[in-house]
Every structure is written in C-alpha cells, then in structure tokens.
C-alpha cells in the first residue's frame, strides 16, 4: 500500500480538531508535566553551579619554613604544577601574608600592634583541579623538607563533600521519579482519549484498514499533542527565565555566589530543545502503546 | 465465493454453540437470504465470514482465502474483498457521509481523484447525493442504512454481506433497500442478507438457508421465509 503522508497529517488535524475536549486534555498534561519537569531541570542546575562554586573554594594551604631555602620553595612548587590534579599554584611571601591580615583586621588596630615584627609564615596556596583528590594530595605532599604544615580544611570537606554528594543523588532520583511519573500521566491521558475512540479503530479495522494505517493519523495526533504542549511549557519557562531568573540570581548573590550566566543561558536553550523533543517522542509512543489492544480486531 | 464444512462456533462462557456443524456453499453471483429467529446464528454466520471472529471447529473459504488459517497481516486484504453491512451500522461518528464512504476507497489506496468522483456516485446511487455532508447522527435510521451499504460497495468488492439491513426501517424503506442490494447483484456482485424479515424474503423468492439455534435446517432455491411458527 502507498504512503499517503498527505490524507493522514489530514485526518490527525481532523481529529485533533473534532476531538477537542481530549485533545486539549493532553496538551494540558504535557504542558504541565514538562514544565514541571522543566522548572526542576532549572532549580537542579543553578543548585549544582551553587556546589561547584563551594568545592571549587577547597584549597590546599601548604605553609613553609621560615628557614626553607629559595630553591628549595622554587623546585617543591615546580614539583606541584607538574601533577596533573594540581590547576594552580600561587605562592604568598611573609609580607604579603602581613599585607592580607593587616586587610582583615582593619577594624582592630590593637591586634596587629600587639604583634611584633612579621610571625606569619610565606605558604604555598595550591588550587585543584579536582577539589575531590584534596585528601589524598594533601598527603602525597606531607614530608617535603620547606614545608612547615598543611592545612586544606581537614573534617569540614569530607563533610562538605557528603553534603553535595547527598544532594546530587537526590537530585538525580527525584528527577527520575519526575520523569516516570510525567510519562505515566501522559500516556494515561492518551489512552483515554484512545479507549473514547476504540469503536472507531474497531470500525477501521473491519472495513479493511491495515494497523499501520489506523495508527499513523493517531501517532502524528500525539506528535501534534506533544509539540503543542511541549511548546507552551518552553514558553512559560522562557517567560519565568526572562522575568524572574534574574532576581532569583540576585537573590543568590546575597549567599556570595557568583553564578555562571553564560553557561546556564546555554544549558537552557539545550533544555528547550530536550522538552520539545521529548513531548512528540512521547506523544506518538504514547499513541502506539495505547492503540495496541484495540487494534486487535 | 463462499465455503463452510463442518463450522462450529461456541462463544465462550456459553455451553450451546451459536452455529453448528454447518455446511454451505454459495457460487460467485448469488443472492442468498440467511433466516431465522433472533439467537438462531446468522450474525455469527456473517462475523465469521469477515474473520471477526474465529470458528472453534471447522473449514471457511472466501473468496478462495482460507479465513481460518489466514495470517493476521492478510485479513485487511481479506476485508477489502468483502462489502459488509453491519446489524449496527458501524459508521465513524466523526466523520460525514461522505467521508465515510471515502474512507473505504482510503483503505484500499485509492488515489483521490478517484475518491472525488466515486464517491458521490455511490451515494447517488443510494439516493443520498443531498446529504453527502451530514452526519451520521444528522440522518434518519434508513438514511445510515443506506450509507452503510453504499460504504460497503463502493470499491466494488466480489462480496457483500448484510446483516439485517432492513431491521428497524417500515416496510417501504425496507423493500427499497432490498430492491438496492438486488441491483447490486445483477453487477455480479455475490450478496449475502441475514434477516428475520418475512416479508422481503418471500417478495424476493431467492435462495434461503434457514437456521434455527445455529443448524441449517433448509437450504432451498427461490425460497421463501418459512412456516409461521
């Protein structure tokens, strides 16, 4: 039999039309799904930029000995840079340590001059690639002859790495209960209006309709159902983008967050693209599953 | 055109078959009335025929297809060869007159210039060329009979079965209809009609196969309906 694309996409938009009541039953469940689906998405990676941020803020401090000779500070920190996990090294001579307290404690005079002469040590400030290796480089770094004492924030890290670890899981799992449930929504939904129109399949059938010819006009319907839902979630989330992402981002600011714009805008555009993809795979595999019992006539 | 040996058919959760060890056979070009009482197992008969259903013992030929042992991807092909009036009518309620007796010709490929023109002309045929564009349930019970039939016929198939045609249409309507299905016939068309209405039988005097709960108990040439019972 002939591939008459033409008589179906009619007979869909026939249908999309005459079946109004069911039709705009599912738009509505695919616009609300992934727009809920789309707002999680949001939250999950502003949330996650937020976490970066603070493991990015894990350093090792690495303090040298008063007595440690130039060469011996140049070669350790030569040694560091050529270690793959290392990003960067910065080293901070006595004065500059003087220079960086004296800032912090511009509020109390009376500390400093209670100080005689420069008691802070010069210290290697080692940023990683990887805030995760923090433990074990820390350690790899124990023992070396200029350097007096570590320090990388020993306890608070592994916490602080418990605490990310834990809400990104959690993130991944609700996002799959999320999707789960939005797929069963729909094709609950699409199976309603389905079982509204068995007799007609039925009727298809015995007059001599072959299955893939009852089913194309259903599954472009579903395709039509889910760009059409799938577009006016993406529309709503744009508009909450435009109008509201940016104070929500102010409101961050106040936690000393610098959040990532560019990169965000970016994952944005992708996700539109997702959930428009999503809604009319979903859509015309939601029609298929639901035709399959009543095509058996 | 048609060949049953042997047919049994017992629908499930009911110990008296519907049909019982029947044997039929109709030649290509007649024009055959099936009677009996309601329950007596001409809609079986005709459902059987269309692959509906499946017999729970015996052999069906239509067409020269082996309807029992019949692929599922061939009982499309099978139907397409078949016109059949169904007991309820089975139109599309979403779609016109028109639009039903074009989805027929859809089914089979047929491209749309000859859709446009044939059509309408089995409508006209029916006598419906006024109402081509209304709904099923714009149209009185003999008007849906009549797309019905015209949706059954319009891709010319070899066979056409009615399952009361005339059940529930006054007496006039209803010789009308059958008048239609005779002309039918003369085009050479194989016509099947399952009815319990005496009074169009006997007017047509064709060939009768009575059943009475599912046995053919006459098979008769220019027959007609039966004692009074």
Known sequence: MKIRPFYFIGEALASFRKNWVMSIAAVSTVALTLFIIGMFTIAAFTLNSVIKIQESKVEIVAFLKDSAKPEEVQSTQNELISWPEVAKVKYISKEQALERLKEELKGQPEMLEAMSGNPLPASLEISLKDPQTVKTLAKRLDGRAAIEEIKYGEGVVEKLFVVTKVIRWAGVIFAFLLCFASLVLIVNTIRLAIFARRKEVAIMKLVGASNWFVRWPFILEGVLQGLIGSLLAIGALYLIKVFSLESVTQFFRWLRVPLNYPQLTHQFYLLLGYLILAGAVIGALGSVVALRRYLRV | ?229
Not at chain 2, 45 to 73: S, Y
Not at chain 2, 122 to 134: A, C, D, F, H, R
């Open chain 2, 1 to 229: 055109m048609i060949k049953m040996k042997g047919v049994t058919k017992t629908y499930e959760q009911h110990n008296k078959p519907a049909l019982d060890n029947v044997d039929v056979d109709i030649e290509k070009g007649e024009f055959v009335f099936v009677v009996g009482p309601s329950g007596s197992g001409k809609t079986t008969f005709i459902r059987l025929l269309i692959r509906e259903i499946l017999p729970t013992k015996g052999e069906i030929f239509v067409a020269g297809q082996d309807v029992v042992h019949l692929r599922l991807r061939r009982v499309p092909l099978l139907r397409r060869n078949i016109g059949c009036v169904f007991q309820d009518l089975k139109l599309l309620p979403n779609k016109t007159a028109y639009e039903n007796v074009a989805f027929a010709l859809e089914v089979i490929g047929r491209p749309e210039r000859v859709i446009r023109s044939q059509a309408p002309e089995v409508l006209k045929l029916v006598g419906l060329e006024k109402k081509m564009n209304s709904y099923p349930d714009e149209l009185s019970g003999g008007e849906q009979q009549r797309v019905s039939i015209a949706r059954a016929f319009v891709n010319r198939p070899p066979l056409l079965l009615a399952d009361e045609p005339t059940g529930n249409l006054d007496p006039a309507t209803s010789l009308g209809l059958i008048s239609l299905l005779d002309r039918i016939n003369r085009t050479g068309t194989t016509v099947v009609v399952a009815t319990h209405d005496r009074e169009i039988v006997d007017s047509m005097r064709k060939r009768v196969v009575a059943l009475e709960e599912g046995k053919v108990v006459r098979d008769q040439l220019r027959g007609v309906y039966g004692h009074e019972d």
